[in-house]
């Protein structure tokens, strides 16, 4: 990489973990795509999930008497069938249909956030099915696999502090299945991978403690359209990128 790739991928993870500080999300969804529009998903997943992986465990930590443990085993067995077969795709598929795919993805997401969509109605049990499967696949195509959870868990739970607790032990399980499936493909055999991780570390740490200790004036809704906007410009650039 030229040294402009080097600096403008350390803005890239300065924003998104300094946001994650303040939002408690969205670390890999604004992540990805931009490092995507110049180095390879090969290299920008494997690495995001390391990354997302230590913030989770310095940041997040694990609240086991409040998590909702029956939710998440409805959820594994789907997730972790979705993290083999993303991880396959990952390593098998060409770059400019999962660009595409990636963009689309991130896309939708994002006129979610902006839209405010939302329910409080009590979903089946059955949607971890297709819940469990597809964020298990998205987390290792695109290290993005935690809307799926976030909006069946949100269908599933009221209480904002059970959920937050589940959704921490979630992640931290589908952390380690993914860690697990990319060692097998050998997605984090690759060197680069990890001198990458080790070269970010220190922004992302720094990033996640100012964003953690910093007012911005920005109420809940306001900081989630502000990371809504930024989603469609990315994914509207990584779209671009792809055609073109």
């Known amino acids: 990489m030229s040294l402009e790739h080097y600096l403008f991928a350390a803005v890239i993870i300065l924003v998104a973990y300094f946001i994650r500080g303040i939002a408690g999300f969205g670390s890999g969804l604004i992540a990805v795509p931009l490092l995507a529009l110049f180095l390879p998903l090969t290299l920008v997943v494997p690495l995001i999930l390391l990354l997302d992986f230590t913030a989770s465990l310095v940041v997040s930590g694990l609240n086991l008497k409040r998590v909702k443990w029956r939710e998440i085993l409805w959820l594994i067995p789907f997730s972790i069938t979705g993290v083999i077969v993303g991880s396959q795709l990952l390593v098998g598929l060409p770059a400019t249909p999962m660009l595409i795919a990636l963009a689309l993805f991130v896309f939708v997401f994002a006129i979610r956030i902006l839209l405010n969509i939302h329910g409080d ?97 920005f109420s809940q809704t306001q900081m989630a359209r502000f990371i809504g906007i930024l989603l469609v410009l990315s994914s509207l650039s990584l779209l671009f990128k792809a055609i073109a």
């Open 121 to 217: 109605k009590l979903a089946s049990t059955l949607w971890a099915i297709p819940s469990g499967f597809i964020g298990g696949m998205v987390g290792s195509l695109f290290g993005t696999g935690g809307p799926p959870y976030i909006i069946y868990l949100n269908h599933r739970i009221h209480d904002k502090t059970l959920l937050r607790a589940t959704l921490s032990a979630l992640f931290f399980l589908d952390g380690i299945l993914r860690i697990i499936s990319f060692f097998a493909t050998g997605l984090l055999l690759s060197q680069l991978v990890w001198w990458s991780a080790l070269g970010a570390l220190p922004i992302m740490l720094a990033s996640l403690y100012a964003g953690g200790h910093v007012h911005t004036g």
